[in-house]
């Protein structure tokens, strides 16, 4: 009779309905108690993970002032440790503490790693940057070497007969990972932003310090379910003794080869020295390796959500009515979809699928899925067509934009080899396909102005692909031209580019400092932008303008900076507001500050230099839709498959080789960015959309022949010979190698 070990460690037989007959199969084994405190477990744990991860790059940009390039680089070689250590938990657990204790012991280095963090982002306490590394060290090797475990854990709980609960373990165990990372995603954000702390206008701290208080819960939550678990002990050192079998084989057979002997299968030379058993283990996952080797295409996709996806976004207007959608908040849909199609795919999906015999195998719906996948792309690559009809056209090679800003309050006829245009008083022009490299003469006639003189023609030469802009302005004779450099460069993440070029009429006997500001004030946020000015003229005109700023969009009061009568003229303080502007996201504009008509106040004009996201960022749900959907039936299935297909003795180890596909899909897309194959985004879409779909046919040829392995049986040899033994267990297997697992 199966039997339960008690926290104190007395026994009690098991009620009627967690007994099984497995040959007749009129009952079922209840669902173990043990999995809702590995599920609980696994939701902190993403939950921390998640929440530290969101604010991870702004942490090291904006605390620890690492340009962007060497916080990416960071940024990904901490994501990459996180899936390339998993192997070595699975040695561990595997091999000598088993998963238990595994799980246990490192999540103890987890929380401290993310404890580590929280202290290094406190202003002048610890030395912040090796300090911040080492706690993400300590965070990579912790999530790694636990992710093998937890999944694999949760599966050893289930028994012979129990297929079914196996299946809906793994998608609630995949459901409590995007429960976590919802919410995390979504709260320490704003833990970040908008909490103070220590004197800073943001508090990490508090951001990194909510993930480490999580960690903590899930190392006493796992740690609670104790005395419920069912644990397999593990089975020595297996990895290094498959690998000397495979050695074996291979020398064994060189030498064969010349001897004329000859076997079924190349593994079978190393039975002079192995067990069968061994030998059959090692094919059982030889064979599920091989149909790894397609995988890491998925992650290569998948993983864009974060980076290729978001870059989309940018380009996008993420207006709805009074709400802004941040280019980045769009990743929170995933996760939001995941939560609501687990069920729908347990529930309705694969129920009806499987009365018309399909997707009713792992193999096929893990091809499906990786199908809809690349459809996701060429719906991203066809999104991305449209966005890049709005782009603005950078010139060809040899000729280059000149944009030219009347501030005369006059019609300006402007009169070119080019074009001969009139612009309006406070207008833009844009010339486009100017030609480069040659000297040019612009005539600007002005005859409506009055005692402006009427002609002047002012020389350009403009080198390939320049973009140049020119302000046309007048001391109330001359005409002045200010020449400035431009840029046609969309700002990052559906943010705002703006830049003030002034005018100002003062009188003043020296200019301002050169610490001088504009400010502009907006709902959320306000913002300084530096003069750079020189005089153009004899007269009591200053002409500068500033660098273009990034700012939020919105609607924004402009103030600037005036003399005081009562200080030396040469100091400023800003409490003139001259006007109010508003820029919209991914708009790139100039502000023009000029005095007004007959009078000494200035007054403000916006120009458009870079017209605003048009496409609507909700399109995107659609691609995440498809890639969620193909996500369920590829990620999920694929889990089970492989815990499945393992033997008892490498179950681990063969959830870190799937982990380890997600490393080497993310070298794809650096591999790819490196080489930079494409000038156009949507035709990397389509590239990836194409890459996907062929290697989803080679997977679903190998899946064709691919025979499944069933190893209820061993499984159930495995909980039954301890009790043929006399050894008790913890509802199922007791790890006799540690007596003491009853006393943690």
């Not at 991860?53 to 070689?77: E, G, Q, R, S, W």
């Not at 100039?590 to 996201?613: F, K, M, R, S």
Request: include cysteine; charged fraction near 20%; glycine fraction near 6%.
């Amino acid at each position: 009779m199966a039997v339960l070990i008690s926290s104190k460690g007395s026994r009690k037989p098991t009620e009627a309905k967690d007994l099984v007959d497995n040959e007749s199969g009129t009952q079922k084994l209840s669902y173990p108690k043990s999995i809702f405190f590995i599920i609980g477990n696994e939701f902190c744990e993403r939950f921390s993970y998640y929440g530290m991860k969101a604010v991870l790059t702004l942490y090291l940009t904006l605390i620890l002032l690492y340009d962007d390039n060497t916080a990416t680089m960071i940024y990904h070689l901490f994501s990459m440790g996180c899936y390339f250590t998993p192997i070595f938990g699975a040695m561990l657990a595997d091999s000598l503490l088993g998963k238990f204790r595994t799980i246990f012991y490192i999540s103890i280095l987890y929380a401290g790693g993310n404890i580590v963090l929280a202290l290094a982002s406190i202003p002048n306490f610890l030395p912040m940057i090796p300090i911040s590394m080492a706690g993400l060290a300590l965070i990579a090797i912790g999530t790694g070497g636990i992710k093998p475990c937890v999944s694999a854990f949760g599966g050893d709980q289930f028994g012979p007969g129990q297929e079914r609960q196996l299946q809906r373990f793994f998608s609630l165990f995949y459901l409590s990972i995007n429960a976590g990372s919802l919410l995390s995603t979504f709260l320490t954000p704003i833990l970040r932003a908008d909490v103070h702390c220590f004197g800073n206008e943001t508090c990490y701290p508090l951001a990194f310090g909510v993930p480490a208080g999580l960690m903590v819960i899930a190392v006493v939550l796992f740690l609670l379910g104790k005395s419920l678990y069912k644990i397999v002990p593990p089975k020595g050192n297996i990895v290094i003794t498959v690998i000397k079998c495979i050695c074996h084989a291979l020398g064994r057979k060189s030498s064969a080869k010349k001897n004329g002997e000859r076997k079924d299968h190349w593994l079978d030379y190393a039975d002079d020295k192995y067990d069968h058993k061994l030998i059959g283990d090692i094919k059982d996952v030889l064979h599920v390796l091989k149909l790894y080797l397609p995988l890491p295409v998925f992650w290569a996709l998948f993983d864009q959500q974060g980076s290729r996806w978001t870059l989309q976004a940018t380009r996008m207007d993420g207006q709805i009515g009074e709400f802004l959608i941040k280019p980045d908040q769009m990743q929170v849909i995933n996760p939001l979809l995941i939560i609501v199609f687990i069920p729908l795919f347990e529930y309705i999906i694969y129920p009806v699928t499987a009365k018309c015999n399909f997707l009713t195998r792992p193999l096929q719906r893990i091809a499906i899925g990786g199908l809809l996948t690349a459809s996701s792309f060429v719906i991203a690559g066809f999104l991305q067509l449209r966005i890049e009809n709005t782009l603005p056209v950078i010139p060809a090679s040899g000729f280059a934009q000149l944009g030219v800003i009347n501030t005369l309050p006059c019609k300006l006829d402007l009169i070119s080899l080019s074009s001969n245009v009139t612009i309006e008083s406070n207008e833009l022009h844009i010339l486009k396909d100017v030609k480069a490299d040659v000297a040019q003469n612009i005539t600007f006639i002005t005859e409506s102005c009055q005692k402006i003189s009427e002609k002047n023609i002012y020389t350009m030469n403009l080198t390939s692909q320049q973009i140049q802009t020119l302000l046309v302005t007048s001391d109330d004779k001359d005409v002045i031209f200010h020449e400035m450099e431009d840029t046609l460069k969309k700002p990052e993440k559906g943010e705002v580019n703006v830049r003030i070029v002034f005018i100002l009429k003062q009188n003043l006997k020296e200019p301002p400092e050169m610490n001088s500001t504009f400010k502009i004030v907006g709902k959320e946020k306000e913002y300084y932008l530096p003069l750079n000015f020189k005089r153009d003229s004899p007269s009591d005109l200053v002409i500068g303008s500033t660098d273009y700023e990034r700012i939020l969009p919105g609607e924004y009061s402009l103030y600037l900076p005036v003399a005081n009568d009562s200080l030396e003229e040469k100091f400023f303080h800003m409490d003139e507001k001259v006007g109010t502007f508003e820029g919209k996201n991914g708009g790139g504009y100039i502000v023009t500050v000029a005095p007004g008509n007959g009078t000494n106040e200035h007054e403000i004009q916006l120009h458009t230099i870079v017209q605003p996201n048009k496409i609507a960022m909700y399109l995107q749900i659609p691609q995440y839709v498809v890639i969620t959907m193909g996500e369920i039936m590829f990620s999920i299935t694929g889990l089970e498959f492989s815990y499945s297909q393992a033997p008892v003795s490498m179950k681990s180890v063969l959830q870190a080789a799937w982990l380890l596909t997600v490393a080497f899909g993310n070298l794809i897309v650096v591999i790819i960015a490196k080489l930079q194959l494409f000038n156009r985004q949507s035709l990397e879409f389509f590239m990836f959309a194409c890459l996907m779909a062929a290697d989803m046919m080679i997977f679903a040829i190998m899946g064709y022949f691919y025979k499944y392995v069933n190893q209820d049986q061993e499984e159930k040899e495995a909980i039954e010979m301890p009790q043929k033994n006399g050894k008790s267990i913890s509802n199922g297997i007791r790890n006799e190698g540690y007596a003491d697992d009853t006393l943690m």
